[in-house]
C-alpha cells in the first residue's frame, strides 16, 4: 500500500465501505479526516504511535445536576483542550479525530477517539494521562471509563498502541521487505478502525445541530507539505 493512494475521493456524504467485518456505509468526511492525519503525520515523522480508545460517561452522569450535562460536546472538548496543553509542554506533535456515538438505550453519548503523536518522543505515561484526564473531566474515580481497541484488523492483541515506522532509506532485499510489511500492516489495521469510526449506523443518533465529530487542526506549513507530496 503507498500512503500517497490513501484519499477517499467519495463526492458524496456517504460512501460504500467493505471492512475487514463486513459491508456497511461511511460518512466520507469524516473518514478523510481520519485518512489525512496519518498521512500528515507520516510525512513528518519516521515513527508515528496510534492509539484508538473510546471515552464514556459514569453511570447517572446525565441526571446528576452537579454535572449540568447538557447533551453537547463541551466535555470532549475540554478533554482535547488539556490533553493538547499537556503533550505540547513536552514538544510532542500531535493530530486526533474524535466521533461521537450514541445508543437509544442510554441517556449519555459515547466517543470513539484517535490520537496520532510523534513516537520519536515515547511517553509511557499516556495512558495513565488519558485515564486521568477524562476522570478530571467527567468528575469521576470510577475506572474503566477509558476503553483501548486492543486489537489489529486480523483480530490480534495489539496492546493500546500501534506505531506506524517508515522503511529506512538505507535497509536493503529482505531487511527492506519486513519493513515495508510492517508498515502496510498498521495502515490496514489503522484503515478499519478508521471504516469504524465513521460508519453510518453508529453516528446517525447524533441530535440535530450537535457535530458528529471533531478534528484537531493542521498548521499551515503542514497543508503546504501535504499538497505538495501529493
Known amino acids: 500500500m503507498i500512503i500517497k493512494d490513501i484519499t477517499a475521493n467519495s463526492p458524496s456524504e456517504i460512501m460504500h465501505c467493505?471492512?475487514?467485518y463486513g459491508e456497511y456505509f461511511c460518512y466520507s468526511k469524516?473518514?478523510?479526516e481520519i485518512i489525512q492525519r496519518i498521512k500528515l503525520m507520516a510525512l513528518k515523522h519516521e515513527?508515528?504511535?496510534i492509539m484508538k480508545f473510546d471515552l464514556l460517561f459514569p453511570l447517572g452522569y446525565a441526571?446528576?445536576?452537579n454535572h449540568e450535562y447538557d447533551g453537547s460536546n463541551k466535555e470532549i472538548s475540554e478533554f482535547f483542550r488539556m490533553f493538547k496543553e499537556d503533550v505540547y509542554s513536552y514538544g510532542i506533535d500531535i493530530q486526533y479525530v474524535w466521533v461521537r456515538d450514541q445508543s437509544e438505550l442510554f441517556l449519555t453519548q459515547y466517543y470513539h477517539c484517535i490520537i496520532l503523536l510523534n513516537a520519536n518522543i515515547m511517553d509511557t505515561s499516556i495512558p495513565e494521562n488519558l485515564s486521568l484526564l477524562w476522570s478530571r473531566v467527567v468528575d469521576t474515580s470510577i475506572q474503566g471509563m477509558v476503553r483501548y481497541t486492543n486489537h489489529d484488523y486480523l483480530g490480534n492483541n495489539v496492546g493500546n498502541s500501534l506505531v506506524?515506522?517508515?522503511?529506512v532509506l538505507t535497509a536493503k532485499g529482505e531487511?527492506?521487505?519486513?519493513q515495508k510489511m510492517e508498515f502496510d500492516y498498521i495502515l490496514e489495521t489503522y484503515f478499519q478502525w478508521a471504516y469504524d469510526?465513521?460508519?453510518?449506523n453508529s453516528l446517525s443518533q447524533t441530535p440535530k445541530h450537535i457535530k458528529r465529530?471533531?478534528?484537531s487542526r493542521i498548521p499551515t506549513k503542514d497543508v503546504a507539505e501535504y499538497l505538495l507530496d501529493r
Open 30 to 32: 469524516i473518514f478523510q
Open 63 to 65: 441526571i446528576d445536576m
Open 18 to 20: 467493505h471492512g475487514f
Open 175 to 178: 531487511e527492506l521487505r519486513q
Open 47 to 49: 515513527q508515528v504511535l
Open 197 to 200: 469510526m465513521s460508519k453510518v
Open 164 to 167: 506506524l515506522r517508515r522503511p
Open 213 to 215: 465529530y471533531g478534528v
